[in-house]
């Protein structure tokens, strides 16, 4: 077949088109990004009902739904903070050394997590409300050296605005 | 507590994942997460969080 032929025989395709157009417009189906689409195999939680941003100027703001906060509250009501006091000149200790030493010294029924929020403080996630009140229970732990002081978890704590108090 | 993070990185641009570190919350200091973004807008480097009562600012560090 010459060039030219190959060109000729092409327009069978306009009336196939044609017809495609007299389908019922498809079914809108959920926008995903680019990302989402590679990455079909993992989960990806749903972007709907996400609230709207606002933007002011130079800020942006997002409202977070109160529901949604209050569950995450929820969650936290099982954990503890804790401060560390180390007196001057001792050794300052990495996360994982405080966690085994507690993890010797604390019978949880379940396992327990911690997390450090940085200036001394710490965050302690426990399994249940029993086990958090066991610990709590046994108050003040002595490191030798440092003493971990621990306290009721509350909600928008912030480690830089907390008075140091050297009493 | 995932869902409210990818409420506040919604502000910036569509979110999509959130890595191991931060949905288990072994690091405590940032919450990293993966967010599909229109470069065509404005890029905001502070997140005003609100709710009820209350507001605060969280910093935002772009990797790319």
């Known amino acids: 077949m010459f060039g030219w032929q190959a060109e000729m025989s092409v327009p069978a395709a306009p009336l196939k088109v044609a017809r495609v157009a007299t389908l019922p417009p498809p079914v809108a189906s959920p926008v995903i990004s680019f990302a989402q689409a590679l990455t079909a195999s993992t989960k990806a939680a749903s972007n709907d009902n996400l609230p709207q941003p606002l933007i002011r100027g130079e800020r942006v703001s997002m409202k977070i739904t109160q529901d949604i906060y209050e569950k995450g509250m929820t969650v936290c009501k099982t954990n503890l903070r804790g401060r560390l006091l180390l007196n001057k000149g001792d050794k300052p200790y990495a996360t994982k050394e405080i966690q085994s030493k507690l993890q010797k010294l604390w019978k949880t029924t379940r396992a327990w997590s911690m997390v450090s929020l940085g200036r001394g403080y710490y965050e302690f996630f426990f399994a249940t409300k029993m086990d958090m009140r066991s610990v709590w229970a046994a108050g003040t732990v002595n490191l030798k050296s440092g003493v971990l002081r621990l306290f009721e978890w509350s909600k928008d704590f912030n480690m830089h605005t907390q008075r140091n108090t050297h009493a | ?64």
Request: aromatic residues 12%; charged residues 25%.
């Open chain 2, 1 to 64: 507590m995932e869902q409210t993070l990818r409420e506040i990185a919604s502000a910036i641009g569509t979110p999509l994942l959130i890595d191991n570190a931060t949905s288990k919350r072994l690091f405590g200091h940032y919450a990293r997460i993966l967010v599909d973004m229109d470069f065509s807008r404005n890029l905001f480097h502070e997140i005003v969080v609100e709710r009820e009562g209350y507001s605060f600012t969280v910093k935002v560090a772009y990797e790319w």
